[in-house]
């Protein structure tokens, strides 16, 4: 949709200040309500990046509990923004999309905690299995390094990948993706895994494509 494509990538652009319009303010607020679905997706990201930077700059094995607590604080500030209605009129504060429709059944929000939890364990038991050392971690998830310019087969273009993890290993690299959702296409994931090669290639100056593995973790 070409409407919805505007509004969310261009249509927003200055509604954080408040000599903006009205129309263009109310879209840019807009953006901050987040379905119940992705705001699993976000606490998840959040938690393991929060236990993943932890690790290696300390090597300190922070516990499952620890990710636990991380991810019921996004629920506990996400929930009280909500109902407070404070998405409305403060910059990048995140509100639960639904409630801005519907009436939203507790069930409805308990159910992607539990959810949430489920997620972060599966992730720390794959985790605890790779015993990996501090120093082997390169990226976590790092929005600063995600832009890049590139040429490949011959079309230059800016190309924007955020690994949740790449690591070394003695074969090579391998990059993993932490997946919170439902069902996402077999073309998707094979499109993203690309993508993500070929950043690793022009950041790292990797140019056997084949020494990077990937993995997705669910």
């Not at 949709?1 to 954080?16: A, I, K, L, S, V």
């Not at 997620?119 to 299995?129: A, H, V």
């Not at 501090?134 to 955020?162: H, M, N, W």
Request: glycine share 6%.
């Amino acid at each position: 949709c070409q409407r919805e494509y505007h509004y969310n990538y261009y249509g927003y652009w200055p509604g954080w200040n408040i000599s903006a319009p009205l129309k263009v303010r109310s879209t840019y607020f807009l953006k901050n309500l987040v379905p119940i679905d992705a705001l699993v997706g976000v606490a998840v990201h959040e938690a393991i990046k929060d236990y993943l930077i932890r690790f290696k700059n300390t090597g300190e094995d922070v516990f499952f509990s620890k990710m636990l607590s991380t991810a019921e604080a996004y629920w506990i500030k996400v929930i009280e923004n909500t109902k407070s209605k404070k998405w409305r009129n403060t910059k990048r504060t995140v509100g639960i999309l639904e409630y801005n429709y519907r009436d939203v059944d507790d069930k409805e929000i308990l159910d992607a905690i539990e959810k949430t939890k489920l997620c972060l364990q599966n992730f720390y038991t794959y985790f605890r299995q790779l015993h990996i050392k501090p120093e082997d971690i390169l990226f976590i998830d790092d929005e600063e390094a995600g832009f890049i310019e590139l040429t490949y087969e011959g079309v230059s273009f800016r190309l924007y990948a955020v690994v949740d993890l790449l690591y070394k290993t003695p074969n090579g690299i391998v990059i993993t993706d932490w997946k919170t959702g439902l069902g996402t296409a077999e073309e998707d994931v094979r499109l993203q895994l690309t993508t993500y090669g070929l950043w690793a290639q022009e950041v790292l100056g990797i140019k056997d494509l084949e020494s990077i593995e990937f993995r997705v973790v669910k």
